[in-house]
């Protein structure tokens, strides 16, 4: 990209990619959405706009405290549609940092969805607001919501708890307080079935009653293979097709994956029967191998252990990065003008081919794996080029003043 064409600085738009992701990854739905009980999707995304509105202007302040040259708000949002545009030539870096932001956003979205929803879920029928869910008089379920439903419930399988409820029916959201209430089926519930509920609360999220938008999905996508009925009207949208199909893989994998994980034996072949995968094929029957019909549902006492683990082990991690992101700034700082000089050469080295090899691969499994498996003197490099570019922002542009070593 050409610089010149940006009206603020390249670190600080990169700065700002960053502390987005950051701030949209540790999101806190239940801080964010208060005591509302009733959400729309353009509430959620009015929240997570906010934070990045937030987050920008705040890079923007500490530009501007230490720069002689100070950027407005509004030249910052300028530079970010230029970077964001359609065919623009972007810079490594930055469009991954821009990938990283709109993944964290729509993951941000996904479980904002799906706290509120499980929350009206729980709430007891006489204190649910009223709301407006499209049924069969109201006409087909149309495309776009389609494509909506399918994109959050796919960013629905990349939620720690959304998993660790298919796998073990610990809820996703603890749902406590006046009006609200445990439905008493969930103890019986399997992950087919578990994932089932979550789709239901996506329907309900786009505008649906489940019932009826389990009904079209069938007309829309099953009936005609299945041989009863005509083709829909979407039989020839190859896009959206290929794209519930992807869906369609994705749920098999994530309830194979909790079947698989999961303690309990999840069959019901003794009660002579199988489970209807409704949430996920629609058409198909799953059955476990292992033939028993014992499900176990966790008690209460061991639903607030996972989660006094749960929160202990994040508050563990929390402090185990902050120590190392310590660590390495004093050995940073620590090091005469040359060796910090060449030390943060290698660093951007580092960084660069990193992201290099990162964007030669495609999005998912193989990207993970590559990212996730980083030897340890490499992440101190990636943290040294890290930390380094906040402080030239914070700093706003400039190295920090550091006292000569004797």
Request: hydrophobic residues 35%; glycine residues 6%; proline residues 4%.
């Amino acid at each position: 990209m050409d610089e010149n064409k940006l009206s603020v600085p390249r670190e600080v738009i990169s700065s700002f990619f960053n502390k987005s992701t950051s701030e949209l990854m540790g999101m806190k739905p239940e801080l964010v959405h208060g005591d509302s009980k009733l959400l729309s999707l353009g509430d959620h995304r009015q929240s997570l706009l906010q934070i990045q509105i937030e987050q920008l202007k705040r890079v923007v302040e500490e530009y501007n405290i230490n720069s002689s040259n100070p950027i407005t708000l509004e030249e910052a949002q300028t530079s970010l549609k230029i970077v964001g545009l359609p065919g623009e030539e972007t810079d490594e870096e930055l469009k991954l940092a821009m990938e990283s932001m709109n993944q964290a956003a729509r993951l941000a979205f996904a479980k904002s969805v799906v706290h509120a929803e499980w929350i009206y879920d729980c709430l007891e029928e006489e204190k649910r607001p009223i709301r407006v869910l499209k049924k069969e008089k109201d006409g087909r379920f149309q495309r776009d919501d389609i494509m909506e439903f399918c994109a959050l419930c796919l960013a629905a399988m990349h939620l720690t708890e959304v998993l660790n409820y298919l796998q073990t029916g610990f809820p996703p959201v603890r749902a406590s307080g006046e009006g609200l209430s445990l439905d008493p089926a969930e103890k019986g519930r399997i992950p087919p079935e578990r994932m089932e509920r979550i789709h239901n609360l996506i329907f309900r999220a786009v505008g649906y009653e489940p019932k009826y938008a389990t009904e079209e999905i069938k007309r829309i996508f099953f009936d005609f293979q299945m041989g009863s009925g005509a083709p829909s009207e979407h039989a020839g949208d190859t896009e959206l097709n290929e794209r519930f199909a992807f869906f369609v893989a994705k749920m098999g994998e994530a309830v194979t994956n909790a079947n698989l994980g999961g303690t309990s034996h999840l069959s019901d072949v003794d009660s002579g029967g199988v489970t209807r995968v409704v949430s996920v094929s629609y058409s198909e029957k799953f059955v476990d191998g292992d033939g028993t019909n014992a499900v176990g549902a966790p008690s209460e006492s061991i639903m607030q252990e996972q989660e006094d683990v749960r929160q202990q082990e994040q508050i563990a991690q929390a402090k185990q990065a902050a120590d190392l992101q310590q660590s390495i700034l004093h050995d940073l700082l620590s090091l005469d003008d040359a060796e910090r000089e060449e030390a943060l050469i290698q660093a951007k080295e580092a960084h660069e081919n990193f992201i290099k090899r990162a964007l030669e691969l495609e999005p998912g499994p193989e990207r993970i794996e590559f990212m996730t498996s980083i030897d340890e003197a490499t992440q101190r490099k990636l943290l040294q080029y890290k930390l380094w570019e906040n402080i030239l922002v914070q700093n706003g542009g400039a190295p920090p003043t550091l006292q000569k070593h004797n």
